[in-house]
T-cell receptor, first 112, second 114 residues
Framework: KAGVTQTPRYLIKTRGQQVTLSCSPI?????VSWYQQTPGQGLQFLFE???????NKGNFPGRFSGRQFSNSRSEMNVSTLELGDSALYLC???????????FGDGTRLSIL | DQQVKQNSPSLSVQEGRISILNCDYT??????FLWYKKYPAEGPTFLIS?????DKNEDGRFTVFLNKSAKHLSLHIVPSQPGDSAVYFC?????????????FGKGTLLTVNP
């Protein structure tokens, strides 16, 4: 059974640009969550989608947005990139309540 | 304000000995706790969890202990193996919340020396 797949694995952008990251959850998982990992802040929750609806949102500015498609695949978009957005972005999917989240290997975003 | 704290950024133990990773939390609404392990260049992998109605949960070499009054939990690995070397994250979920919004600690790097 395939795990959570994130593309691309690595990305380099410059300040002011925008970026879209993709996540394909484990087959059958309808919940997809996004996290940002930085050395200083650790893993921080961005948002969670279920059945194409955002159900939970973390404390990130509106430049960070996402969406989920009918096949449960999800995308995350960051506009007007800043140097501080350099991080590992992790996607996780879950089967349902009381089930642990399964993480992808992340997209390493570097802002120059 | 960090609600889940892992005060030891790193821990080094000898193969075969016990590894004890600690985690403290401040939010009394947290009632479900998880441990994840993360290798470099990979995403976190779920290890073990515990509900607040329990004080211990065991799975093979991994045992998690929860002390609700102290708002403290710990992960014990016995015996430790070199392959256990990784970053370990403690995470928590509040009561009434979904398990989709995990609050993580900053992690502890465990090194198991052969």
């Amino acid at each position: 059974k395939a795990g959570v797949t994130q593309t691309p694995r690595y990305l380099i952008k410059t300040r002011g640009q925008q970026v879209t990251l993709s996540c394909s959850p484990i087959s059958g998982h309808r919940s997809v969550s996004w996290y940002q990992q930085t050395p200083g802040q650790g893993l921080q929750f961005l948002f969670e989608y279920f059945s194409e609806t955002q159900r939970n949102k973390g404390n990130f500015p509106g430049r960070f947005s996402g969406r989920q498609f009918s096949n449960s695949r999800s995308e995350m978009n960051v506009s007007t990139l800043e140097l501080g957005d350099s991080a590992l972005y992790l996607c996780a999917s879950s089967l349902g309540l009381d089930q642990p989240q399964h993480f992808g290997d992340g997209t390493r975003l570097s802002i120059l | 304000d960090q609600q889940v704290k892992q005060n030891s950024p790193s821990l080094s133990v000898q193969e075969g000995r016990i590894s004890i990773l600690n985690c403290d939390y401040t939010n009394s609404m947290f009632d479900y706790f998880l441990w994840y392990k993360k290798y470099p260049a990979e995403g976190p992998t779920f290890l073990i969890s515990i509900s607040s109605i329990k004080d211990k949960n065991e799975d093979g070499r991994f045992t998690v202990f929860l002390n609700k009054s102290a708002k403290h939990l710990s992960l014990h690995i016995v015996p430790s193996q070199p392959g256990d070397s990784a970053v370990y994250f403690c995470a928590a979920i509040p009561s009434g919340g979904s398990n989709y919004k995990l609050t993580f600690g900053k992690g502890t790097l465990l090194t198991v020396n052969p």
